[in-house]
């Protein structure tokens, strides 16, 4: 369980870069750049691999404790 918990860890951590550096990009970029569409889809891509960690993470612990919803 610990190896999960540092794997989970690591990827927040990375998605977070993603995330943060999308934003950066993000302001400084004019409304009519044309690339504009594809940092913000990078963004989501990354907010949804979040979420998906997130629901990973849950079902890997109720599998632990035995859980089986």
Known sequence: ???DRIFLHDMKNMLGIIIGF???L???MPE???HRG???EIRLA???AI???ARWSQANLDRVKG???
């Open 46 to 48: 990354a907010e949804g």
């Open 26 to 28: 993000l302001e400084g």
């Open 1 to 3: 369980m610990n190896d």
């Open 32 to 34: 009519e750049d044309p």
């Open 51 to 53: 979420a998906l960690l």
């Open 38 to 40: 594809d940092v913000d």
């Open 22 to 24: 999308s934003n950066l």
């Open 67 to 69: 859980d089986t919803r």
